[in-house]
């Protein structure tokens, strides 16, 4: 797999604060990339490395396969687009006259390409409205334009939609899937809306006090999250033949033990058992939503403390 984006053992301290411990993260061409963490998990700061704004401690990444400590990660960087924190408008300035601004910025030689990025953004119809008279919405869609005027094939969105009303949010999620689908731009979207990124991501990085939890892919998500029924049995083997007998999907977890996948008809299928001579012996139903998911895997702790992560490494 071709990626974008490859981080290895990256580390940023401040003072003796590790915001990133040794990070290690992947993000694939063409992916819509969901990072995701709680408040102060490291993820703007992982922002501000790949964006050049700072340098890590330790470690490194490479953009397209160009090393940070090479020079050439500066033209690397020129197919980068990054919104962070909070979208850098010229709040006097209309849409077209911040788009300019950027070009200028760039060096780009003309303006000719400001009313297709306008349009792509919903914002060809605002004309002389100045960007402080904007919606929070309408500036983080310029913010997002401003970052595509370089022709980016990589965007960085830092919370895109902290902050939106639903029909804002609707608005940036239309925006993303367009500029991923049919103008095949990466993303990588840092959040802590998890229901919101599922929405859009192909694949999520869940990052926990500065290190990577897990990196996976929306099917293998959808997968871990699926209904199912966790049945322990007398005879694994007479379980499984049952269950190919009626056509259900299911995996072996152990000699007693197996998951099965869909809905299934539990007398039937305990009285199938019953007649071959396999026990039933407990029966659990589990649906794990993708919050449950992401809690248990960091631990469950949704605002560890300060002492407890300062404590783990001094
Ligand atoms: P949020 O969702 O709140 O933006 P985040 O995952 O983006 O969180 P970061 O902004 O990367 O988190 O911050 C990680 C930790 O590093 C936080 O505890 C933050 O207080 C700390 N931190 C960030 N920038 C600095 C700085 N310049 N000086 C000192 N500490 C910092």
Redesign the pocket.
């Known amino acids: 797999m071709e990626y974008v984006l490859k981080t290895a053992n990256l580390k940023k301290y ?2 003796k ?1 590790r ?2 411990d040794g990070l290690d993260m992947c993000v694939p061409k063409g992916a819509i990339y969901g990072f995701v ?12 490395l790949i964006c050049g704004l700072q340098k890590p401690n330790e470690g490194n990444y490479e953009l397209y396969g160009i090393d940070s400590r090479n020079k050439e990660i500066v033209k690397s960087r020129r197919r980068m687009g990054a919104v962070v ?1 909070s979208p850098s408008i010229y709040q006097d300035m209309s849409a077209r006259e911040n788009m300019e601004q950027q070009y200028r910025i760039l060096g780009l030689p003309d303006f000719q390409g400001i009313p297709e990025l306008l349009k792509l953004v919903g914002l060809e119809n605002t004309g002389k409205k100045k960007a402080v008279n904007f919606s929070l919405g309408m500036r983080q869609r310029l913010g997002i334009a401003i970052a595509l005027a370089g022709s980016p094939d990589f965007l960085v969105l ?2 895109p939609v902290n902050g939106l009303d639903p029909q804002g949010i609707v608005e940036i999620r239309e925006l993303i899937l367009r500029l991923n689908r049919e103008q095949g731009i990466t993303l990588l979207i ?1 959040s ?1 809306m998890l229901d919101e990124l599922a929405r859009i991501a192909t694949h999520f990085g869940f ?1 926990d006090r ?1 290190q990577m939890v897990k990196e996976i892919s929306a099917a293998q998500l959808e997968e871990a999250c699926r209904k199912r029924i966790c049945l322990r049995v007398s005879d694994v083997g007479i379980l499984s033949r049952v269950l190919d007998e009626i056509g259900l999907e299911y995996a072996v977890l152990s000699d007693s033990e197996a998951e099965i996948y869909g809905k299934i008809g539990v007398t039937e299928l305990a009285l199938r058992l019953s007649d071959q001579g396999c026990q039933v012996e407990s029966m659990q139903e589990r649906d794990e939503s993708l919050e449950n998911y992401y809690l248990n895997l960091v631990g469950g702790q949704l605002t560890p403390t ?1 002492a407890g992560r300062r404590g783990k490494h001094e």
């Open positions: 401040y003072g604060y915001a990133l963490g709680k408040n102060g998990a490291g993820k703007t700061t992982l922002i501000r924190e830092d919370e840092s802590h990052i500065g300060e």
